[in-house]
């Protein structure tokens, strides 16, 4: 060894063939695992919407009427409606703070 610097002797051989052939197909297969976890990732991102692209759709279209709307009652109760049958799913008193105000009122 000259400063540092391996020198090879006349008896000295280069790596063998098969060690290079390891060294190569382990490299091929540290790059195949990073790209199958990369693209499972982008996958999976994509499929939950996270991502630009195509997202689940729903099996409604956007010209179909939503599942539910809101409306407010004579009470100022707030009213969630089921659109298929017209019933009251749910019902919300509205906050004490605004409860008897003549808000937006004619």
């Not at 540092?4 to 382990?26: N, Q």
């Not at 790209?35 to 279209?61: F, K, M, N, Q, R």
Request: zero cysteines.
């Amino acid at each position: 060894m000259t400063a540092g610097i391996p020198v090879l002797a006349a008896d000295d051989k280069a790596p063998s063939t098969s060690r290079r052939r390891r060294h190569l197909a382990l490299s091929l297969a540290i790059v195949a695992v990073g790209l199958a976890a990369a693209g499972g990732s982008v996958y999976g991102l994509l499929e939950h919407g996270v991502l630009p692209g195509l997202a689940i759709t729903d099996s409604a279209s956007a010209a179909s009427p939503p599942p539910y709307y809101v409306t407010i009652d004579g009470r100022d109760d707030i009213q969630v409606v089921a659109t298929a049958t017209g019933k009251v799913t749910d019902r919300v008193r509205p906050p004490d703070v605004v409860q008897n105000e003549d808000l937006n009122r004619p």
